[in-house]
């Protein structure tokens, strides 16, 4: 099990439309390999894989060699930098929506 990456190169990996795209479709399979990723998605193989070295280094794949194949899978503890970040301001909108919630009471009670 590999570390999780910080939150900037999660959210830096994961702003490219085309990468994010990529990790979507790798979420979507149990496992998949490079040849399937390019298929149908307008991409060449190359960019697949540059796109699987940059999810890769963030720690958002995992790749399992098989012979001439190699599978990748999407590592769920990669996004834990993501989800710690966004937990954290999903307690400031809970906050302020609570404080919204006693004003309207207080000007319409």
Do not use: C
Request: aromatic letters at 8%; zero cysteines; charged letters at 25%.
């Amino acid at each position: 099990m590999t570390e999780a990456a910080p939150i900037n190169a999660v959210m830096r990996t994961l702003a490219d439309p085309t990468r994010r795209a990529v990790f979507e479709r790798i979420v979507m399979s149990d496992e998949i390999t490079v040849v399937e990723l390019t298929r149908g998605s307008g991409v060449t193989q190359g960019a697949i894989s540059q796109h699987l070295k940059a999810l890769k280094l963030a720690g958002l794949v995992a790749e399992r060699p098989e012979g001439r194949n190699v599978y990748y899978r999407a590592q769920p503890e990669g996004l834990a930098p993501l989800v710690d970040w966004m937990s954290h301001y999903g307690v400031f909108w809970r906050d302020r929506f609570a404080n919204l919630r006693t004003l309207l009471k207080e000007i319409d009670p």
